[in-house]
């Protein structure tokens, strides 16, 4: 079976632009989550979806992130303007409806803000 | 604030030996606990978790140790591996449904030596 899967393994760009990270959920799973890996901070939650609606997005900077899922196969997380202190590794998770259902991760996006 | 706090950054442990690794926590809310391992270039797998209702859940040559009073989790890894090199993220969640927000922690890079 395939697991999440990310889109662009590795992205840089100039601050100002705007990025789009892409990420394909394991099929049947109702749970989306956003996290994003800095040294500093370790994994934090930056959003979560649960069948295509956001649940919460309190981790969010909602001036400039944005995070849709137009359908229950594909989510994106867009950056404008993007920020140096946007860079970090971003990662996609789903899991399924349930107890102790644990989050299967994605391998990440690397994201560089020049 | 960091809720979940995983001290040392850094473990070297020899191959055959126990690693241990420590993570506390500050929120006494929190009611279930995870660990998760990653390889570089990797996302996180879910490797072992345990409610609060109980002090030690065992996995193969994974066990978890929960002591509530001291707000302190620890993972045993006997014997540790070569393979067994990897990140390991301490988890917390108030709850454990899949809507359950997962608080992490910073992180520990444990190094097996032969």
């Known amino acids: 079976d395939a697991g999440v899967i990310q889109s662009p393994r590795h992205e840089v760009t100039e601050m100002g632009q705007e990025v789009t990270l892409r990420c394909k959920p394991i099929s049947g799973h109702d749970y989306l989550f956003w996290y994003r890996q800095t040294m500093m901070q370790g994994l934090e939650l930056l959003v979560y979806f649960n069948n295509k609606a956001v649940m919460d997005d309190s981790g969010m900077p909602k001036d400039r992130f944005s995070a849709k899922m137009p359908n229950a196969s594909f989510s994106t997380l867009k950056i404008q303007p993007s920020e140096p202190r946007d860079s970090a590794v971003y990662f996609c998770?789903?899991?399924?409806?349930?107890?102790?259902?644990?989050?299967?991760f994605g391998d990440g996006t690397r994201l560089s803000i020049l | 604030d960091q809720q979940v706090k995983q001290n040392s950054p850094s473990l070297s442990v020899q191959e055959g030996r126990i690693s241990i690794l420590n993570c506390d926590y500050t929120?006494?809310?929190?009611?279930?606990f995870l660990w998760y391992k990653k390889y570089p270039a990797e996302g996180p797998t879910f490797l072992i978790s345990i409610s609060s209702i109980k002090d030690k859940n065992e996995d193969g040559r994974f066990t978890v140790f929960l002591n509530k009073s001291a707000k302190h989790l620890s993972l045993h890894i006997v014997p540790s591996q070569p393979g067994d090199s990897a990140v390991y993220f301490c988890a917390a969640s108030v709850g454990y449904s899949s809507a359950s927000k997962i608080i992490f922690g910073s992180g520990t890079r444990l190094s097996i030596r032969p």
């Open positions: 998770a789903s899991s399924s409806q349930g107890r102790g259902q644990p989050q299967h």
């Open positions: 929120n006494s809310m929190f009611d279930y």
